[in-house]
């Protein structure tokens, strides 16, 4: 099993920037890729961002320019750098791994963290 731990989140004024991590723990598994989900109030949760093991990485459309993710794949540790801020990017922010072992493909969640975006 891998377990994911969020932490960054907060209130922040519009405009302004946030850094998300995601650190993995496990024991026996292989990194596929990390990414981060969110969910807002009354919403479905949707994708933010992931990157593979290449340093590959897919947006979303609203965040593109405005969000930066990266990872060290020795550390197993995800980040998301979020820059001018939206009142639309509230949300709980969801990290996310998908990893293998023993030949099974498997995906972890974690607890998430709340990034609040207000005046």
């Known amino acids: 099993q891998v377990q994911l731990v969020e932490s960054g989140g907060g209130l922040v004024e519009p405009g302004g920037s946030l850094t998300l991590s995601c650190v993995a723990s496990?024991?026996?598994?292989?990194?596929?890729?990390m990414g981060w989900d969110r969910q807002a109030p009354g919403e479905q949760r949707e994708l933010v961002a992931t990157?593979?093991?290449?340093?590959?990485?897919n947006y979303k459309d609203s965040v593109k320019g405005r969000c930066t993710i990266s990872a060290d794949n020795a550390k197993i540790t995800a980040f998301l750098q979020m820059n001018s801020l939206k009142p639309e990017d509230t949300a709980v922010y969801y990290c996310?791994?998908?990893?293998?072992?023993?030949?099974?493909?498997?995906?972890?969640w974690g607890q998430g963290t709340q990034v609040t975006v207000s005046s």
């Open positions: 496990g024991r026996s598994f292989v990194f596929i890729s």
């Open positions: 996310n791994a998908k990893w293998t072992s023993a030949g099974v493909i498997s995906d972890s």
């Open positions: 990157i593979d093991r290449g340093g590959n990485t």
